[in-house]
């Protein structure tokens, strides 16, 4: 019934965006000629590795700046190392910098949904290195598919440590169910739409 619903909501969702896709994607292309989306190496359930779908929001060379910037600033490293982010991403464009604001860089997602690898709701996405961090609670998280929205996403995103991340994860993961899941679908759009701990 998970699957079917998230079949049902993703196409349903997909028709009525397409216009917003097409003109995020051109907006992205026309500001320097890159593609406009961006297909980054994330982890799924039973550990299984996917490529999650994002508008891109940084400058091409993304890598390489984060590589230059974590040798040069020692500061910038202890925030990787804590967060996994930073709180001012020089990568970021200007034009990034709103679609992760507004959430907008998240929607391609729903083709994720749709191929089966992410459900509508979830645990964030995370990326391979991440797994560590999760320690042995990497297990819950495998259990299930990560989905676009979960209860980070509604509980301050950013504004929340990475461990109480993790934990809510955990939560959710045992707790998860048709009403949980209702809750959280509902509680994303004031939080989107406000930019509750977006950055």
């Given at each position: 019934?998970?699957?079917?619903?998230?079949?049902?909501?993703?196409?349903?969702?997909?028709?009525?965006?397409?216009?917003?896709?097409?003109?995020?994607?051109?907006l992205v292309?026309?500001?320097?000629?890159?593609?406009?989306?961006?297909?980054?190496?994330?982890?799924?359930?039973?550990?299984?590795?996917?490529?999650?779908?994002?508008?891109?929001?940084?400058?091409?060379?993304?890598?390489?700046?984060?590589?230059?910037l974590l040798?040069?600033?020692?500061?910038?490293?202890?925030?990787?190392?804590?967060?996994?982010?930073?709180?001012?991403?020089?990568?970021?464009?200007?034009l990034g910098?709103?679609?992760?604001?507004?959430?907008?860089?998240?929607?391609?997602?729903?083709?994720?949904?749709?191929?089966?690898?992410?459900?509508?709701?979830?645990?964030?996405?995370?990326?391979?290195?991440?797994?560590?961090?999760?320690?042995?609670?990497?297990?819950?998280?495998?259990?299930?598919?990560?989905?676009?929205?979960?209860?980070?996403?509604?509980?301050?995103?950013?504004?929340?440590?990475?461990?109480?991340?993790?934990?809510?994860?955990?939560?959710?993961?045992?707790?998860?169910?048709?009403?949980?899941?209702?809750?959280?679908?509902?509680?994303?759009?004031?939080?989107?739409?406000?930019?509750?701990?977006?950055?």
């Amino acid at each position: 019934m998970r699957r079917v619903a998230d079949i049902g909501l993703s196409l349903a969702v997909t028709l009525f965006i397409l216009p917003l896709l097409l003109t995020v994607a051109a907006l992205v292309w026309l500001q320097d000629g890159g593609s406009p989306v961006f297909a980054q190496v994330r982890v799924g359930r039973g550990r299984r590795l996917f490529r999650c779908f994002k508008f891109r929001s940084m400058v091409q060379n993304a890598g390489e700046r984060l590589e230059r910037l974590l040798a040069e600033d020692a500061q910038a490293r202890v925030e990787w190392a804590l967060h996994h982010k930073l709180r001012n991403d020089p990568r970021i464009t200007a034009l990034g910098r709103f679609l992760r604001k507004s959430s907008l860089d998240e929607l391609p997602q729903v083709f994720n949904v749709l191929s089966g690898v992410m459900s509508l709701v979830g645990p964030r996405p995370i990326v391979p290195d991440e797994m560590e961090r999760y320690g042995w609670r990497i297990s819950h998280y495998a259990l299930v598919r990560p989905g676009i929205t979960g209860l980070w996403q509604i509980s301050g995103r950013s504004d929340v440590s990475y461990r109480r991340r993790v934990a809510m994860d955990c939560i959710y993961v045992r707790r998860r169910g048709p009403l949980l899941d209702m809750k959280i679908l509902f509680g994303t759009v004031p939080s989107v739409l406000l930019s509750r701990g977006a950055r």
